[in-house]
């Protein structure tokens, strides 16, 4: 994808928070249609896959299986979103949704694959220590726009967003802390209160859905620190194009 509009350079966690939210907020409609049109028919099947499997909803199979669904889930959406956010920031609208649900279903598998690995390798540095853990997703924190944008261009996603977010490590990690504080807090008490209270799996994939929707912020924070340390590929020269000035030059001989 092209970021053929001007980009302001990541310098203030502050105000990117700040940017961020405006563009959360401009863009909420976008961001909840994209969101929801996968999010709520993916975790109505998954309740019903567990019904029928007798699943408690309680249970550590089923908070496994909520966590998969938001890895699926969300490999398909995060490309759409972001796809959806550069047309804005062109200057004119989000494009229509078909079109930006067909980007990321282009990228899905790209996009799962990496999360997956993404997944394994904090996991793993997580079970050193917890500090080794956060900073292990930290340098991978740009993998999603790494997929969404540079696409098929790069293969090495996971290295590509370690160089990007080298030497900006703590101001991207004091940028994502207020996210991770809130996802603790949805997770350990809304999940935990659902889950022990409440027999509705319609409610509850009602209510991750609708945090689903919440959690587009941390895409779009995520989105604006690529773009602010983002360093523009120069593209080779086309070969016709590399001969005309010499063309030009013998005919002016």
Request: charged share 20%; with cysteine.
């Amino acid at each position: 994808l092209a970021v053929d509009f001007p980009t302001e350079p990541f310098h203030s966690v502050g105000g990117l928070l700040l940017r961020s939210a405006r563009v959360f907020l401009s863009n909420f409609g976008f961001l909840t249609a994209v969101t929801l049109v996968v999010f709520l028919p993916g975790k109505l099947l998954l309740q019903v896959a567990c019904s029928l499997g007798n699943v408690p909803i309680d249970g550590i199979l089923s908070s496994v299986l909520l966590d998969l669904s938001d890895l699926v889930l969300g490999a398909l959406v995060a490309p759409a979103a972001i796809y959806g956010l550069l047309g804005r920031f062109r200057g004119g609208s989000p494009p229509p949704l078909a079109e930006a649900l067909a980007w990321g279903r282009r990228q899905w598998a790209k996009s799962l694959w990496n999360r997956f690995k993404v997944e394994i390798t904090v996991m793993l540095w997580s079970a050193l220590l917890l500090v080794p853990g956060i900073l292990a997703m930290v340098r991978l924190a740009f993998t999603d726009p790494i997929v969404a944008i540079e696409a098929d261009r790069e293969r090495e996603v996971l290295g590509r967003s370690r160089a990007l977010t080298q030497g900006h490590r703590w101001r991207i990690f004091l940028a994502l802390l207020p996210l991770w504080a809130v996802e603790l807090v949805v997770t350990f008490v809304v999940f935990n209160a659902l889950q022990r209270y409440t027999n509705s799996r319609l409610l509850i994939a009602l209510v991750d859905s609708l945090c689903s929707v919440g959690g587009q912020w941390s895409t779009v924070i995520v989105l604006l620190m690529y773009l602010g340390l983002r360093a523009p590929k120069k593209e080779p020269l086309a070969p016709a194009e590399a001969r005309r000035p010499n063309k030009r030059r013998r005919r002016a001989a």
